[in-house]
């Protein structure tokens, strides 16, 4: 089992900046990748960012160049920077982590609004 709370959504005028968190616990030894997803209103989640084991990471087309994801091993967190928001990244933003065998767990979303 592995338990993820994510923090620091808000509300950001367009052109500012967020940090998300996503604090892991539990079976994280178990991790071999985390990412984040988002989901707007009336849409499907989608792919935002994602970091495997090895420190590889991979960006929707829609961030690059404004998002980044990392983490911290020494605290069990993940991050995800936010600059130069738009009102396109409102959404509610959830933390992911893969564990061996594939098997996939969520936070429970943290909102991020974007006012223009």
């Known amino acids: 089992q592995v338990q993820l709370v994510e923090s620091g959504g808000g509300l950001v005028q367009t052109g500012g900046s967020l940090r998300l968190s996503c604090a892991a616990s539990g079976s994280i030894f178990s991790v071999t990748a985390m990412g984040w997803y988002h989901q707007a209103p009336g849409k499907e989640r989608e792919l935002v960012a994602t970091i495997t084991s090895t420190g590889d990471t991979n960006y929707a087309a829609s961030v690059k160049g404004r998002f980044t994801i990392s983490r911290d091993n020494a605290k069990n967190t993940l991050y995800l920077q936010m600059n130069s928001l738009k009102p396109e990244d409102t959404a509610v933003y959830y933390c992911?982590?893969?564990?061996?065998?594939?098997?996939?767990?969520w936070g429970q979303g943290t909102q991020v609004t974007v006012s223009s």
């Open positions: 992911t982590a893969r564990v061996t065998g594939s098997r996939q767990y």
